[in-house]
């Protein structure tokens, strides 16, 4: 099936979906996705961030539809013409929805260990307003505790319901869920129970927030001062692939999550012991450093430094040339 | 006083029993739909009828019901929704309390014409006297043999079962509705697929509002082509409209769709016009989620013809000069009442109903909400209205279901028409809140519409 997206045309398969084939093309056309994961299913739709505009509905019936559509959830149809950044009226909406996403977010950003891995930051920062027009109290929850591993922050969170597709789908159980409607929507469990299985760890992976995140990493670090480790060991929990990213504050693993792609999105799931128990480096088989984005601002922390600095030598004609060499280096 | 199809028989005493209401000619239709015509047949007299949904969008039944996907193997189901929770609307409970046995006539032949061996009718669980009516209603339809196995001997099947919900204004959402059904949160589904393909159950389903399956009562009896004859253009039949307010006589009319607003207001037969003599200032035409129109754009239309209570000429004009018919909670304010408040309130439902799934609706509602509370307690601002305006702008479309546009179109449409008395209220904040701004301008006659020289 062809589709063309901001004028550029890509071949897909039926029963793709209008993002996924964006995500083939790559690049600055693809909708930012805040609520779909593709690893859960039913996940999607919810956010609307990745709306977009359908300018031509299909070879055969070309009129355009009606309203914008969620492209996460939206399957192409042949000859299907879509327009992303090309639409102004996809800016707008996409603005207004971040703005919608934003008002009752806490800002919080300088206390989140989420902060540099954070999708709503990135969107923020791409979509956002500079200012807030929202002139009210932001809105609390009372605190609850969900056990000795994840930590919930409700303030921070935009219902994307990816925690509960991920218990639903990864873990045997869920307990979490969401509870009450409308803006008092929160993630609970029922009764504070805490969250406790072999793979609920995971829910700190998917959420593209602050709003779970890891107690064992809490306050450790700015993710931006770590530096990301491929690694691998043969795990013995069923349905755990035992890849992960270890991240090194310095010798000490301080952090363990899944390897995730460009779109934030985990290669595969592991399980609660590599998650939270396995922080030695002997535990683990490294396979070398994790691929950064240089779009990340964990990528500010490099891992090779520049060329060691000038060493003063004491032979004249080197020296000669040592200033010649420090000058062009400082001139770069 | 125009034909009365749905509550003909509505003064009858005991007309909410079985034997009563057969006396009146009830379950005809059964009868002549289960003997002699086949469910395409019936599928075919109600698309001929040109009947359009009576909940508030106005989609033809007929059409809804042949896009049904009949898969071999697979049920399908006809579910009812009774889930009528718009502000202002009031007519399905007044159908269901006083003549239950005309929306189950009706589900047995719609039921009977999507292949439906189960269905279910669907209530707000505030109903709890309506459920117990119906369900006696249908006990007492099953003991006739007009319900269960085998009806009327013409090797029919259908079980009909009343169930309640959780009292949420979102599960009036035909997806939402029915997760709710299935027992689940209510929330809205992401379509597609629709209910047709992939609806209760992952079964091919219809949902209709009760007025749509009753009217479909006397289409079978008087035949499609007849009850087309009723109404104007492509609004026929006969709708219910529940009227509120401040009129003389409120209560639920049934009138020929095509009467003029002017006449449904100040008719004798109707509601006999404003209560305590004041005069009208503003009107909701269809239920809190339509566009509010002043007394002058309701009467007439903007090019000053008589606007008529059909769905063509209420929406005549577009969002800028007109509304909607909706459900047909028909609301009128006189001159003591205040736009901003009203439109505070109806904020503040939208945003208490929201279910919170999707961002624009969920927080977009509640910060309406503020800005009209503030506003109307003469703590706002000349920004405000533009505020209101570009964040409904912002809601409406862009959510997974409808509720997001009916919450947006109350707002946008009172400052459109209204934004005098808004500013009103910023202008003179202590007077605002304890004196009105009357009626103003707003019933003034309409301007002469200049035409462009040829």
């Known amino acids: ?332 | 006083m125009g034909r009365k199809l749905l509550l003909e028989h509505i003064n009858v005493p005991g007309i909410n029993t079985f034997d009563v209401y057969r006396s009146k000619g009830g379950y005809a239709s059964v009868e002549k739909a289960l003997k002699t015509l086949s469910p395409d047949d019936v599928v075919e007299e109600v698309k001929k009828s040109g009947l359009r949904g009576r909940g508030g969008a106005g989609f033809p039944t007929g059409m809804k019901w042949s896009f049904l996907a009949k898969p071999e193997g697979v049920p399908r189901y006809l579910v009812c929704n009774g889930d009528e929770s718009e502000p202002g609307t009031f007519k399905d409970r007044y159908l269901m309390t006083h003549i239950p046995h005309l929306l189950i006539e009706g589900m047995i032949v719609a039921s009977y014409a999507l292949g439906a061996k189960t269905s279910y009718i669907y209530l707000r669980g505030e109903m709890m006297p309506q459920i117990r009516i119906l369900e006696r209603a249908i006990a007492e339809a099953k003991n006739a043999g007009f319900l269960g196995k085998n009806i009327l001997g013409t090797g029919y099947d259908l079980e009909l079962y009343v169930q309640p919900g959780g009292g949420a204004y979102i599960c009036g959402e035909e997806t939402a509705l029915l997760e709710s059904l299935e027992g689940k949160r209510g929330n809205p589904r992401i379509k597609p697929p629709f209910p047709a393909i992939a609806g209760l159950y992952g079964c091919p389903t219809v949902v209709n509002n009760v007025e749509s399956i009753a009217a479909v009562v006397p289409i079978i009896n008087e035949g499609g082509d007849e009850y087309a004859k009723i109404g104007i253009g492509r609004s026929t039949g006969t709708k219910l409209i529940s009227a509120g307010g401040n009129l003389k006589r409120p209560g639920v009319y049934e009138i020929e769709l095509g009467v003029p607003v002017e006449d449904f207001i100040y008719g004798d037969d109707y509601c006999q016009g404003i209560a305590n003599g004041k005069r009208l200032k503003a009107v909701v035409a269809g239920g809190s989620s339509v566009p509010i129109l002043p007394a002058n754009l309701i009467l007439k239309t903007i090019n000053n013809e008589n606007r008529l209570m059909s769905y063509e000429s209420l929406s005549d004009g577009g969002f800028a000069t007109g509304t909607m018919l909706g459900s047909g909670g028909f609301i009128a304010y006189d001159e003591d009442q205040c736009i901003v408040r009203n439109t505070w309130n109806f904020a503040r439902f939208y945003h208490h109903e929201s279910c919170g799934q999707c961002s624009p609706c969920r927080e977009g509602t509640g910060w309406m909400e503020k800005v009209l509370h503030r506003l109307e307690y003469g703590h706002g601002k000349m920004s405000d209205m533009d505020l209101l305006v570009d964040v409904s702008k912002k809601i409406e479309g862009n959510t997974i279901c409808p509720l997001g546009d009916a919450a947006a179109w109350p707002v946008a449409s009172a400052i459109r028409h209204f934004r005098d008395e808004f500013e009103w209220h910023v202008t003179n904040p202590s007077i605002a809140v304890t004196n009105n701004y009357g009626l103003a301008h707003y019933a003034d006659p309409l301007p002469k519409l200049e035409t462009a020289e040829a």
């Open chain 1, 1 to 332: 099936m062809k589709v063309t997206i901001d004028n550029i045309s890509i071949e897909v398969e039926a029963g793709t979906t209008i993002l996924n084939a964006a995500r083939m093309i790559g690049g600055e056309i693809v909708p930012p996705a805040m609520c779909y994961y593709s690893k859960l299913q039913g996940s999607g739709g919810k956010c609307r961030t990745c709306l977009v505009k359908v300018s031509q509905g299909s070879e055969k019936d070309p009129r355009p539809m009606p309203k914008l559509v969620a492209s996460c959830r939206t399957t192409v149809m042949d000859g299907m013409v879509v327009q992303n950044i090309t639409s102004p009226e996809v800016i707008e909406a996409r603005k207004g929805v971040v703005e919608m996403l934003l008002i009752n977010h806490p800002l919080d950003c300088p206390v989140c260990d989420q902060a540099g891995e954070c999708h709503l930051q990135d969107l923020g920062y791409e979509h956002g307003a500079a200012k807030t027009r929202y002139e009210f109290d932001r809105r609390t929850f009372d605190k609850i505790d969900i056990g000795d591993k994840i930590q919930l922050h409700m303030t921070r969170c935009i219902l994307c319901y990816r925690c509960v597709f991920t218990a639903d789908q990864i873990t045997d159980h869920r307990i979490h869920g969401i509870l009450n409607r409308g803006d008092h929507s929160e993630i609970s469990t029922y009764i504070q129970k805490a969250v406790d299985n072999d793979f609920s760890g995971n829910v700190i992976d998917v959420c593209p927030v602050g709003a779970l995140t890891d107690k064992t990493f809490r306050f450790k670090n700015r993710v931006w001062f770590t530096k990301p480790v491929e690694a691998h060991r043969e795990c013995q929990t069923e349905g755990c692939c035992g890849k992960v990213t270890l991240w090194y504050k310095g010798e000490d693993v301080i952090r363990v999550t899944g390897r995730k792609d460009e779109y934030g999105e985990v290669e595969e799931f592991i399980c609660n012991t590599c998650r939270f128990d396995k922080k030695k480096t002997a535990d683990w088989v490294i396979e070398g450093p994790r691929k950064v984005s240089n779009k990340s601002v964990i990528n500010s922390n490099h891992y090779d430094t520049l060329k060691p600095l000038p060493v003063v030598k004491t032979n004249p004609v080197l020296q000669e040339a040592n200033k010649e060499q420090f000058e062009r280096e400082t001139r770069l």
